[in-house]
């Protein structure tokens, strides 16, 4: 999996994150949490967005050149992006659990309106993300 070094800066309930190799890839939030998980999704969006017409996908810089760059500022500090990008193909996986934690998935799909697929798909990307 591939990471982008991210900015992080702020206090109290006001947070953002900046992607340096991303030029206005940034996110927002109230906590360093939900501004890195906002990040996250932008970073996402923006190089599918560039994959999709083309263009080419930028590589990580990695940490120690982002802070010999000056790109770090007094208060802030670095946090790993990770980058999850669909494929656009699907693939079969043949996966081992217990049977209760099966039905749990199942009734929590269907109360979404997903299939038990697209359900874990969504809980192994909102977990990889959070990392």
Known sequence: M????????????????????????????????????????????VMAHKRGGGFAIPAPTSVSAILASGEIEAGETTVMIPLVLDSGRTVRANLTMDAGLLDAIDEAAALRGVTRSAFIASAARDKIEAM
């Open 2 to 45: 591939t990471y982008y070094v991210g900015v992080l800066d702020g206090a109290e309930d006001v947070w953002g994150v900046r992607i340096p190799d991303v030029p206005g890839c940034v996110g927002a939030g109230a906590s360093p949490e939900l501004a890195i998980a906002d990040v996250t999704i932008a970073l996402r969006d």
